[in-house]
């Protein structure tokens, strides 16, 4: 962030883009955490390794946007990281649920990974040159992420009666709260701004054309149907608070594990 | 785990380019897609290669396969352990041979130096001597 770049942008901009960057780091760091659980135990150790090295690309890029919050805002990318209580994270409610079992986890995965791909579609071109910088080399890892997981759904889709059932299951109980990946922001001030190339209602049609194509000939749960040019929800919208600050056990557990370090002594130089 | 059985797949990796193709590792996949992803984890994902190359193992043939070649009357063909001294087909097997004339001819020569088979490290301790 260089401060001619930071000038451009007025107040109100200045705080949603620090909403966004906030938000779109704390889903990559949650996220990295809950699928780093998978070290040692994934279904075989090839996919041992390969889920490993997904949760750690999301650390990297999680810092990475740390960092450009920090240059905005002032203050220090760990202490961001993990030196806030609980409800001071901003992920989205999506991933407050557990790692539980492997297709549920392949289920969040390729809801997350495909959410976070449009959003990064709309932030290429973003007029904070620093974030297009770093949304161009996160799109680059992400697009094999998609690759792995589109993989895995397909898989476990026709891999018979039980990975399917287990599949259907987490995808039916994970719609209402993947909704909350694109939701929760305050997008106007940065669509005006030309940070966002479009509003995050726009972003969510575009990602629901694309799982349409995936989710529809698998015969998947997709709560939508067509209306004119627009996905219409068939289900209730997610429940208020997407993005915090009351957040579920299983991620005041998770938060417990990912900052125990940190709080044994705050001040330490690592 | 995905209904499919798993295969051993062969990687093959070029470190850099103009680099020769070079056995990596191997690992297991339930199909060529995974076993893909899973060779660029382990063998690409760190900037360690250009090229990979996937292979199942089914598709590599091993040259003693018994239903690969088929020699007449069952003979074994030896086709790896030829029973006769090659040596003189490998440049080694020349320059062991030159050497061991070499020092034969100096041992007929009689004189100094007769000892030494490496002419040119003699004389270099000859220098150090002088000095």
């Keep these: ?14 705080d949603a883009l620090a909403g966004l960057l906030l938000a779109m780091a704390d889903d990559e760091f949650v996220l990295g955490f809950w699928d780093s659980e998978w070290t040692g135990i994934a279904p075989v ?16 890029h999680a810092q990475a946007l740390y960092r450009l ?3 905005l805002q002032g203050g220090d990318p760990d202490r961001l990281a993990f030196g806030r209580p609980p409800e001071e994270y901003r992920h989205a409610r999506l991933l407050d649920h557990p790692r539980t079992d492997w297709a549920f986890t392949v289920a969040r995965r390729f809801l997350y990974d ?66 909350c990946v694109l939701g929760g922001l305050d997008d106007a001030p940065l669509v005006a701004a030309g940070v966002l190339a479009e509003p995050l209602a726009a972003v969510e049609q575009r ?26 929800p068939t289900k209730a919208p997610p429940a208020a608070g997407c993005r915090g600050p009351r957040r579920a056990d299983d991620f005041l557990w998770l938060w417990e594990q990912f900052t125990m370090v940190y709080r044994s002594d705050p001040e330490a130089s690592w | 785990m995905t209904g499919q059985p798993m295969q051993v797949f062969e990687v ?25 992803h899973y060779a660029r984890e382990f063998y690409g994902r760190r900037q360690e290669s250009v090229r990979l190359w996937i292979v199942p193992r089914a598709a590599i043939r091993d040259l003693a396969d018994p239903d690969l070649l088929q020699p007449p009357f069952d003979r074994d063909p030896d086709l790896l352990q030829p029973p006769f001294d090659r040596s003189f087909k490998k440049p080694a097997g020349y320059s062991a041979e030159i050497k ?22 003699a004389s270099g301790r000859e220098g150090v001597e002088q000095a």
């Excluded at chain 1, 889920?51 to 999301?58: G, H, P, R, Y």
């Excluded at chain 1, 932030?123 to 910088?133: D, F, I, K, N």
């Excluded at chain 2, 093959?12 to 893909?36: C, K, S, T, V």
């Design chain 1, 1 to 14: 962030m260089t401060a001619q770049a930071a000038e451009q942008l007025d107040q109100q901009a200045r």
């Design chain 1, 45 to 60: 150790l090839e996919e041992d390794v390969a889920i490993a090295s997904l949760a750690q690309d999301e650390i990297g």
């Design chain 1, 69 to 71: 919050l920090t240059d």
């Design chain 1, 114 to 179: 495909t959410a976070d791909a449009a959003r990064l579609d709309a932030l290429v071109a973003s007029a904070h040159r620093p974030l297009a910088e770093v949304v161009a080399k996160m799109r680059r890892e992400e697009t094999y992420h998609l690759l792995h997981m589109h993989a895995w759904v397909e898989r476990l889709a026709g891999g018979g009666e039980e990975p399917r059932a287990r599949l259907e299951a987490a995808l039916e109980r994970l719609w209402p709260d993947a909704r």
């Design chain 1, 207 to 232: 990602w629901l054309d694309g799982l349409a194509r995936v989710l529809e000939p698998l015969a998947l749960p997709f709560p939508f149907r067509r209306d004119g040019d627009r996905w219409e």
């Design chain 2, 12 to 36: 093959f990796r070029r470190e850099r380019e103009g680099g020769p193709m070079q056995h990596a590792g191997n690992l297991l996949a339930p199909d060529p897609e995974l076993a893909a």
């Design chain 2, 100 to 121: 061991r004339k070499l020092a034969e001819a100096r041992a007929r020569a009689g004189g100094e130096g007769a000892e030494d088979d490496d002419p040119v490290a």
